[in-house]
T-cell receptor, first 107, second 114 residues
């Protein structure tokens, strides 16, 4: 059974810092990995979708990488802003989610 | 506007009183699913549907029912709710299951069972 882990559970950084969020999975036979953002009490907003044949995807200040052989994905956020404060979740194969990393960017 | 809608957004009910949470998408998506989100446990899939009249259990189906009579709608039914079903529920959809398409989520339904 696929297990998805996100470490750390919470992260606090000062504004302007570059940061990396981690997502690891136990079964490398995946067909996609998706990163989401969730604001408190709200739904999930898709940030980036990486197909199994891809190594990375970029959108603005966000870059997500995928290494299937090591069972890892990272979400890189450049020049963080207070508006980036949210919980970030990764999901494997559209159905297996990590518990998320709660990010706080302090002004 | 392309979206997934859920109703109600908030619901407080009592043990044993049947309820239905509706989910509708306007993107002609084949694949729809229901999740519950609990603190420390993340999102867990309850049921999913690959197309009309095709549904299957996810990881935590006990106590829930679903139906998919039309492509756009995928209601979640709790025949006899219990307090352990108090949770935040999300409906999601994507174009298809096999293509590994992006999932779109509804705004969530916060359910409290007393």
């Amino acid at each position: 059974k696929q297990e998805v882990t996100q470490i750390p559970a919470a992260l606090s950084v000062p504004e302007g810092e570059n940061l990396v969020l981690n997502c690891s999975f136990t079964d490398s036979a995946i067909y996609n990995l998706q990163w989401f953002r969730q604001d408190p009490g709200k739904g999930l907003t898709s940030l980036l979708l990486i197909q199994s044949s891809q190594r990375e995807q970029t959108s603005g200040r966000l870059n997500a990488s995928l290494d299937k052989s090591s069972g890892r994905s990272t979400l890189y956020i450049a020049a963080s802003q207070p508006g980036d404060s949210a919980t970030y979740l990764c999901a494997v194969n559209d159905m297996r989610f990590g518990a998320g990393t709660r990010l706080t960017v302090k002004p | 506007e392309a979206q997934v809608t859920q109703n109600p957004r908030y619901l407080i009910t009592v043990t044993g009183k049947k309820l239905t949470v509706t989910c509708s998408q306007n993107m002609n998506h084949e694949y729809m699913s229901w999740y519950r989100q609990d603190p420390g446990l993340g999102l867990r899939q309850i049921y999913y549907s690959m197309n009309v009249e095709v549904t299957d259990k996810g990881d935590v189906p006990e106590g829930y029912k679903v139906s998919r009579k039309e492509k756009r709608n995928f209601p979640l039914i709790l025949e006899s709710p219990s307090p352990n079903q108090t949770s935040l529920y999300f409906c999601a959809s994507s174009f298809s299951w096999t293509a590994g398409d992006e999932q779109f989520f509804g705004p969530g339904t916060r359910l409290t069972v007393l």
